[in-house]
């Protein structure tokens, strides 16, 4: 009885250690990192649309720098998304900031050229709407 206590306790201090490692682990900022793939909002757009499986394969978890037109900024209490849209169809491209980089994210308008580097979320394609959404965390304005 005594041996199961104990491996019971070093079970569990071993696993607060762990997540209280998940969630204080941070990540590098991404203006710092160097990105994966550099490409233009209908091109990444154009590659979900015609194979979206293989396009989440190759950019998901993947530092990428996009370059394209604002269609839409969509404003919360603790983020703001910007949104380009692919004319020919109704995929588009979404980017979250967060609270380090809104300062950045406000100035932006619509129809705005700008270059937003991200880690890809991946694209879900949605049958109703017969689009691809294609998400991106932890975002920066590279130029504006």
């Known amino acids: 009885m005594k041996k199961i206590l104990i ?3 070093f ?6 250690v762990v997540v209280w490692y ?21 091109q990444l757009i154009q590659e979900f ?3 979206n499986s ?3 394969k190759k950019y998901s978890d993947k530092i ?14 603790s983020s703001i998304n910007i949104k380009m849209t692919c004319p ?18 406000k100035k932006i308008k619509k129809s705005d050229r700008i ?9 879900i394609y949605s049958e109703i709407l017969e689009a691809n959404a294609i998400s991106f965390k932890r975002c920066v304005i590279i130029k504006n």
């Open 7 to 9: 491996i019971l306790l």
């Open 11 to 16: 079970l569990f201090i071993l696993g607060s």
């Open 22 to 42: 998940l969630f204080n682990m941070e990540f590098n900022k991404t203006q710092d990192l160097k990105a994966d793939y550099k490409l233009s909002a209908i």
């Open 49 to 51: 649309d015609k194979n």
């Open 54 to 56: 293989a396009s989440n």
């Open 64 to 77: 990428v720098q996009i370059e394209g037109e604002v269609n839409d900024i969509e404003s919360a209490d």
């Open 88 to 105: 020919d169809t109704d995929s588009y491209v979404i980017f979250s900031f967060q609270s380090d980089n809104m300062t950045e994210a």
């Open 115 to 123: 270059i937003i580097r991200g880690s890809c979320s991946g694209g």
